[in-house]
T-cell receptor, first 111, second 115 residues
């Protein structure tokens, strides 16, 4: 069974600090990687996608991918209380656009 | 929200009854997916569709069936509901299975309780 692993948290981050979330995956054939944010009681929403090794920045978010080490990470700079949510890592699995999700890391930003 | 709606939003049903959940999209996306979300397990794929009448099983498909008779609708049926199927069910759509348009948009979810 191919797996996507995340620390469940909660990850407590002071407001204005950097939150660092990690995700490892087992399928070496995976090519597409995503981060979703899910507020309590809501549906997941896509915040970042990354396909190539290295960093990809979008506003306060940076995704980092290292295929050789099979990990993908998400950095949230200048963390705000509105960033308090569960962050889901997702990795493509086989064909037809299927995604496998990690169980999520809960982030709590404290004022 | 993107053009994806799930119905019903909440449902309580009795063990042994059939239940159908509906996912409707107005985006004309080819790919549709049903996931369930449970504490400690994250999102797990139940069934997916890559076109009208083209469906296949995911990792937790036992006890579930699906149908997609037109692009916009993807139905999930619990043939005989059990308490283990109490969960939050999410439908997702994607324009593509790879490349720039790849990435899911999720519906608002259906909270199903089997008593």
């Amino acid at each position: 069974q191919k797996e996507v692993e995340q620390n469940s948290g909660p990850l407590s981050v002071p407001e204005g600090a950097i939150a660092s979330l990690n995700c490892t995956y087992s399928d070496r054939g995976s090519q597409s990687f995503f981060w979703y944010r899910q507020y309590s009681g809501k549906s997941p929403e896509l915040i970042m996608s990354i396909y190539s090794n290295g960093d990809k920045e979008d506003g306060r978010f940076t995704a980092q991918l290292n295929k050789a080490s099979q990990y993908v990470s998400l950095l949230i700079r200048d963390s705000q209380p509105s960033d308090s949510a569960t962050y889901l890592c997702a990795v493509n699995q086989g064909s037809w656009g299927k995604l496998q999700f990690g169980a999520g890391t809960q982030v709590v930003v404290t004022p | 929200d993107a053009g994806i709606t799930q119905s019903p939003r909440h449902k309580v049903t009795e063990t042994g009854t059939p239940v159908t959940l509906r996912c409707h999209q107005t985006e004309n996306h080819r790919y549709m997916y049903w996931y369930r979300q449970d504490p400690g397990h994250g999102l797990r794929l139940i069934h997916y569709s890559y076109g009208v009448k083209d469906t296949d099983k995911g990792e937790v498909s036992d006890g579930y069936s699906v149908s997609r008779s037109k692009t916009e609708d993807f139905l999930l049926t619990l043939e005989s509901a059990t308490s283990s199927q109490t969960s939050v069910y999410f439908c997702a759509i994607s324009a593509s299975g790879t490349g720039d348009n790849y990435g899911y948009t999720f519906g608002s979810g259906t909270r199903l309780t089997v008593v």
